[in-house]
C-alpha cells in the first residue's frame, strides 16, 4: 500500500518545473510566514545559481539576483500569522499583510512567471500546496502539493479562476500596494485560452478552487458541481491535521450526504503520541462506520535518534488530501482545505486547491492503515492552524528607503487604540490613527526605524495587554545599504568589469565572511593582482566605466529599469553613488586617481541624463544625491591645483572640456 503514495521533495520538484528558466515574475500565498527562512532557502528556487551555504554570502547573491526583478516578486500572508524564526527580511520582496474580514488567510500557492531565455517562450508554474512558508512546511512535515504549467499561447481550465483568486487577493490587500508581481501574472493568464470543457475523453481537467467570498459556494457544491456524477459512490479518504472542535464534523457530514462513500477513512491527528480530536468525534466516525487512519511509517519517519537514544519522533502529517477513488479511477484534492467548517464554507477562510484526475497505472487503494486500538487523547483538540503566542493587531508599518520616510497603517474599520512600537527597546508610540488611512511618521521616528532594520525588519507592537509581531514592509530597496559594506573604489571598478551575471556570482561566491565588533557582517572580494603601471590602472578605471555605461544602457533598453536605477542612484555596494562616497572617504588614496573617479563619475551621469530623459526623471531625490555627490569634483581639481604650479588650472579647463564634452557622447 505505502509503494502507492507518491513521494516527492518539494523544493526539488519545483526547482525541476522551473528548468534553469528566467523568472519573471513571482506571487507567493501562504497562512503562516517565515521570512527569514524564505530569503534563504525558498527563494533561491527561482535562480539557477550556485549558491554558497554561508548566509551572509548567499543574502548577498540572492540580493544580487533580485535587482532584475525589482517589485516582481511578492508574498501575501496572514497578517496575523509571522513566525519570527531565526532569521529576518532584508531582501527586495513585497510582503504584503493580508486582513480577510472573516477567518484566516490560508491558501498556500506560488504562481511563478518563466521565460526561456533561448526561445523567448514564456509560462506559469502554478504551484498549489497545503506548505506554509517556513520551515516546518518545506523542511519538516508532511505535505502535499500540485505542479502544473500553464505555456504562453496555449490553453488552459485553471486560468480563469488562478486569475479570479489573484483579484480577490489583490483587493483584500487594497491598502498595500502596488501589486506589480501579482499584476504581470494576471496579464500573462488573460492571454491563455481558457478551457469550458470540465474534462476530455471522460478524463477530469483539472480545476482550481477557492473558498472565502460570501458570493462563493461551499467547498462541497464546488465538487459536486465540478464532479458529482462521477464522486458519487466513489470511496473517501481524508487528511487532514485539523477537524471541528465539536462532537460532529458538519464538513463531513456533508461530503457523506452528498456523495455517499461505501468506505471512508480519515487521518487521525495526533501530536507526540496524543489524539487531537474529541473522543466523541472519534466515536462518531466509528458509529457511523468510518475508518480512523494512520500514514505508513514510511511517509512519517525522521532520520537519526533523540539525545536520549530513542527514536526520532515521527514527522507532523499536515498535508490536506480529500481522495475519491474507485477501482478504475481516483480524483483527488489537494490544497489549503482542512476538514472545519471554516475552510468549507463560503464566506469563513480565504483557501485553495486543485481538483485533478490521478492517473492510476494500479488499483488505487487506501493510504491510511487503519487504527484498531483506541489511541491516548490529548486534553484540547488542535485548533485550526493557531496562530500562536502573539496576538492580531491589525497596524502595518511602511519604510520607503528613496525617500527616507516612514508611515504607518490601521487596517480596520474603526480608530486604533494608542499603540507602542518597540524592537528590544522603545521605538516609538502612536496617537489612536484614523482606519485604512496611511500615517506618515514623524521623521526623528522614520530614521530610528532605518537605523533598526539594518537589523531585523520585525517590530512588536503594544496594546495593554496584547502584544503583536509585524513586519515593516519596505520599498524603494535600491537605496536600502546594502549587505557588502566596505569595497574600495578600485573593487567597483573591478567588480563593473566582470563580463556576465556567471562571473559575477562567482566573485560572490569567492567572498568570506567577516563579523566586526557590532556583529555586522561584511564581505569583501578577493584581492586583485596589483598593478605599478599608470596605463594599467587608468585602462581598468576606463574599462569600469565603460561597463558601467553598458550595463545601464542595455537594462534601459531592454525595460529594465530598476536594474538601471540600482546602479545609477543605488545605495548598494557597486551603486555609483556608494563609488563616489569611497573616493570622499579614502584621503590617503592617489589624488589623481580620485579626481579621474570623479570625472568619470561625471561623464556617465550626463550620457544617462543626455540619452535617458525619462529615466533619470524617474527618481528625483536619487538624481539631486549624485549631484550633491558629484561637487567633491571641485575640492579634489582645487587640490590638484595648489600641489602644482599656475598653469596646472589652464591644464585642468581644457582636459575637462575635452573628456567630458567629447567623451559623453563617444560610444561606451
Not at 483506541?374 to 496562530?387: G, K, L, Q, V
Not at 540600482?566 to 584621503?587: E, N, T
Request: glycine share 6%; net charge negative; hydrophobic share 40%.
Amino acid at each position: 500500500m505505502s509503494d502507492q503514495i507518491p513521494k516527492a521533495v518539494l523544493t526539488e520538484a519545483l526547482r525541476e518545473r522551473i528548468g534553469g528558466r528566467r523568472t519573471l515574475a513571482a506571487v507567493f500565498c501562504t497562512f503562516r510566514f517565515e521570512p527569514g527562512f524564505f530569503e534563504q532557502e525558498i527563494l533561491p528556487v527561482l535562480f539557477d545559481l550556485p549558491l554558497q551555504q554561508a548566509p551572509a554570502v548567499r543574502r548577498l547573491q540572492l540580493e544580487d539576483a533580485l535587482r532584475p526583478l525589482a517589485g516582481q516578486v511578492a508574498v501575501y500572508y496572514d497578517h496575523g500569522a509571522l513566525v519570527v524564526g531565526d532569521g529576518t527580511a532584508c531582501l527586495d520582496v513585497r510582503r504584503i499583510p493580508v486582513r480577510p474580514t472573516r477567518g484566516y488567510f490560508h491558501p498556500k500557492n506560488a504562481f511563478i512567471l518563466l521565460e526561456d531565455e533561448d526561445t523567448g517562450e514564456r509560462a506559469v508554474v502554478a504551484l498549489t500546496a497545503s506548505a506554509n512558508l517556513t520551515r516546518a512546511g518545506w523542511w519538516e512535515n508532511v505535505e502535499c502539493f500540485h505542479l502544473e504549467e500553464i505555456a504562453e499561447g496555449g490553453r488552459s481550465r485553471t486560468s480563469t479562476d488562478i486569475r479570479r483568486f489573484l483579484r480577490r487577493v489583490r483587493t483584500l490587500a487594497k491598502h498595500h500596494g502596488p501589486h506589480d508581481a501579482s499584476d504581470q501574472v494576471q496579464a500573462f493568464l488573460s492571454t491563455v485560452q481558457p478551457i469550458t470543457q470540465r474534462s476530455v475523453n471522460q478524463v477530469l481537467h483539472p480545476h482550481f478552487i477557492v473558498t472565502g467570498s460570501r458570493s462563493g459556494m461551499p467547498l462541497v457544491d464546488q465538487l459536486d458541481d465540478i464532479a458529482g456524477r462521477r464522486l458519487r459512490g466513489a470511496n473517501l479518504e481524508v487528511l487532514s491535521p485539523y477537524l471541528d472542535d465539536a462532537d460532529t464534523s458538519t464538513p463531513l457530514v456533508a461530503l457523506l450526504d452528498r456523495f455517499q462513500p461505501p468506505q471512508w477513512r480519515i487521518l487521525l491527528p495526533e501530536e507526540r503520541g496524543l489524539a487531537r480530536c474529541r473522543t466523541s468525534l472519534y466515536d462518531w466516525v466509528q458509529r457511523h462506520g468510518g475508518r480512523w487512519g494512520r500514514l505508513p511509517t514510511s511517509h512519517t519517519a525522521r532520520g537519526g535518534k533523540q539525545a536520549s537514544g530513542a527514536a526520532a519522533a515521527p514527522r507532523a502529517v499536515h498535508a490536506k488530501v480529500y481522495r475519491f477513488f474507485t477501482d478504475d479511477w481516483e480524483i483527488t484534492l489537494v490544497g489549503s482545505f482542512n476538514l472545519t467548517s471554516p475552510a468549507h464554507q463560503a464566506g469563513g477562510n480565504v483557501e485553495s486547491g486543485v481538483l485533478v484526475e490521478v492517473p492510476t497505472p494500479r488499483r488505487p487503494r487506501f493510504w491510511l492503515e487503519p487504527v484498531n486500538e483506541p489511541p491516548t487523547f490529548a486534553p484540547t483538540s488542535a485548533s485550526e492552524d493557531d496562530r500562536g503566542d502573539f496576538d492580531a493587531i491589525p497596524l502595518a508599518v511602511r519604510y520607503d528607503w528613496t525617500s527616507e520616510t516612514a508611515d504607518v497603517l490601521w487596517d480596520a474599520a474603526s480608530v486604533s487604540p494608542p499603540l507602542h512600537v518597540h524592537q528590544a527597546v522603545p521605538l516609538f508610540s502612536l496617537p489612536p490613527l484614523k482606519p485604512a488611512t496611511w500615517t506618515a511618521l514623524p521623521a526623528d521616528d522614520a530614521r530610528n526605524l532605518a537605523e533598526r532594520l539594518r537589523s531585523s525588519s520585525f517590530l512588536t507592537v503594544v496594546d495593554g495587554d496584547r502584544r503583536a509581531v509585524v513586519l515593516v514592509r519596505e520599498t524603494g530597496m535600491a537605496h536600502r545599504p546594502s549587505l557588502l559594506l566596505d569595497l574600495t573604489p578600485a573593487e567597483i571598478l573591478r567588480y563593473w568589469s566582470m563580463l556576465n551575471p556567471d562571473q559575477r556570482a562567482a566573485a560572490i561566491a569567492a567572498h568570506g565572511a567577516r563579523v566586526d565588533d557590532s556583529g555586522t557582517e561584511a564581505l569583501r572580494l578577493p584581492a586583485a593582482k596589483t598593478v605599478d603601471s599608470i596605463f594599467d590602472r587608468f585602462a581598468g578605471m576606463f574599462h569600469g566605466f565603460g561597463s558601467l555605461t553598458r550595463t545601464v544602457e542595455e537594462a534601459l533598453a531592454d525595460g529594465r529599469a530598476e536594474h538601471a536605477r540600482f546602479l545609477i542612484f543605488g545605495a548598494k555596494y557597486d551603486s555609483l553613488p556608494v563609488l563616489l562616497q569611497r573616493v570622499v572617504d579614502d584621503k590617503d588614496g592617489d589624488l589623481v586617481e580620485r579626481y579621474l573617479t570623479v570625472l568619470c563619475a561625471h561623464q556617465v551621469v550626463d550620457r544617462i541624463r543626455r540619452h535617458w530623459p525619462q529615466f533619470w526623471a524617474s527618481d528625483p531625490l536619487g538624481a539631486a544625491r549624485l549631484h550633491t555627490a558629484l561637487t567633491t569634483r571641485a575640492q579634489l581639481r582645487e587640490q590638484i591645483a595648489v600641489r602644482n604650479d599656475a598653469d596646472m588650472v589652464d591644464f585642468l579647463d581644457w582636459y575637462e572640456s575635452r573628456f567630458l564634452d567629447d567623451c559623453a557622447e563617444a560610444p561606451a
